[in-house]
């Protein structure tokens, strides 16, 4: 499964130059700042380079449990 991850194509235009990148995402209306730990949730996600379609987003716990399987 994490191979076929890596070898995204785009849906959109059939590219793959594709990069992956991560940010953090938060579900609570609390000022940056004052959040907890708990509060705060790591995203991956896979977009092309060509066009900047969104391909895929994936949950850091979801990733984590992937590279842990060796899928």
């Known amino acids: 499964m994490l191979n076929d991850l890596l ?3 785009c849906p959109e235009c059939g590219s793959t130059d594709t990069e992956w990148h991560c940010t953090q995402a938060t579900r609570s209306s609390v000022a940056d700042g004052r959040l907890r730990l708990n509060e705060v ?4 996600y896979c977009g092309c380079n060509c ?3 969104t391909i895929k987003t994936i949950p850091g716990g979801e990733l984590a449990a992937m590279m ?3 899928s």
């Open 41 to 44: 949730t790591t995203l991956f």
């Open 68 to 70: 842990t399987e060796g």
């Open 7 to 9: 070898a995204a194509e």
């Open 51 to 53: 066009c900047s379609e």
